[in-house]
């Protein structure tokens, strides 16, 4: 027996032929399926392209809408922390009130990078820009008030008696109560 001829015989019996010489209908004759539309498959590359980029340009606002709103968590998370943390003056809560003055001084400091990968010409950064900078303002806040509540800001006057200057004498000569 031949190597390769055993079972087949002298040619493909299942092979396909794709070519079609029939004097049949084309399918462009056959009637489309109920709720099959061909232009849906006849769209414009142009138009299917813009699709996209609309999208993408509708996913990039919302996922910067998301990064807006992000230290608002942040800001819930480290409230929640500084009142475990009490009142008085320690390591954890001096620790925990120098961690909320920094996350968003430096938050602040990138602002350009956080939304960097969201630039886009047809998306509007300014108000999740603006919503980002006013929740970090308010965290901000948020850890110069513990800063205030554990007595670690001069806001009395007692705070700045070191820098004032010493208390003159007065001579007094007479003989009643000094006015």
Do not use: C
Request: aromatic share 10%; no cysteine; glycine share 10%.
């Amino acid at each position: 027996m031949e190597k390769g001829k055993g079972v087949m015989g002298a040619g493909r019996r299942w092979a396909v032929d794709f070519s079609d010489n029939s004097t049949a209908p084309s399918s462009r004759d056959i009637p489309d399926p109920p709720g099959f539309t061909r232009a849906s498959v006849d769209q414009d590359d142009s138009a299917v392209s813009r699709q996209k980029k609309d999208a993408e340009a509708n996913w990039k606002s919302q996922k910067a809408w998301e990064v807006a709103q992000a230290p608002f968590k942040n800001l819930l998370m480290m409230g929640f922390m500084m009142w475990m943390a009490g009142s008085t003056v320690h390591l954890f809560s001096i620790g925990i009130t120098f961690s909320a003055l920094w996350q968003p001084i430096s938050a602040l400091q990138g602002v350009g990078k956080v939304f960097e990968p969201y630039k886009d010409n047809k998306v509007d950064l300014l108000g999740p820009k603006l919503l980002f900078i006013a929740l970090n303002l308010g965290g901000l806040a948020l850890g110069v008030w513990k800063l205030n509540t554990l007595g670690l800001l001069p806001t009395h006057a007692s705070d700045w008696v070191s820098s004032l200057s010493p208390a003159q004498e007065v001579e007094y000569s007479g003989g009643g109560i000094p006015l």
